[in-house]
C-alpha cells in the first residue's frame, strides 16, 4: 500500500495517508485546518544493499588519483599566486618546462613593459606565421622573406 506525503499551505502542517491503491490525488484535505494540502515528494522505504556499477576498489583508486590530481592543481595554482604577487601582475605565461613568469619578462630575462612585451609577443607570432610546414615530408622550413 502505498503512502504519500502532503503539505498544507495554510497552516505548513506535513502529513502522510495511506492508500489501498496507487492514487493520481494531487491534494487532499489537512486534518489541521481543512484546507487543501498538496502532495510532496516522498523519499523511498528501501535501501540498496552495495552498488553494482563500479567496484569499491576501483571507486578508492579513482578517488585517490582525483585527490592527487586536485592537490597538484593546488600548488600549480599556489605558485602562480606567489609569481604573481612577487612582480605585481596578473598576466603570466608558461613555458615548455611548465615554469611561469610574468608576460613582461622575455626569454632572456628581461624585464619590460606590458606594452613592450605584447611587441615582443606579435613579433615572435609573426615569426611563427613565416615558418613552413611541408605537408607531404612533415619537414619545418623556414620561409625566405
Known sequence: ?????????????????????????????????GNKANRIPSLTNFKMKESTSIPKEIDLKVGADAEKRWLEYEDRKSVKEKIRKENNTSRLSRDLNGNYSPVSVTSEGKVVSESEAVELRNKMYDEYQSVKKDPNSEKIEVADE
Not at 502542517?13 to 487532499?28: A, D, G, P, W
Open 1 to 33: 500500500m502505498p503512502i504519500y506525503e502532503f503539505k498544507c499551505d495554510n497552516c505548513k502542517l506535513t502529513f502522510e495517508k495511506i492508500f489501498s491503491r496507487v492514487s493520481k490525488n494531487q491534494q487532499e484535505d489537512c486534518p489541521d485546518c
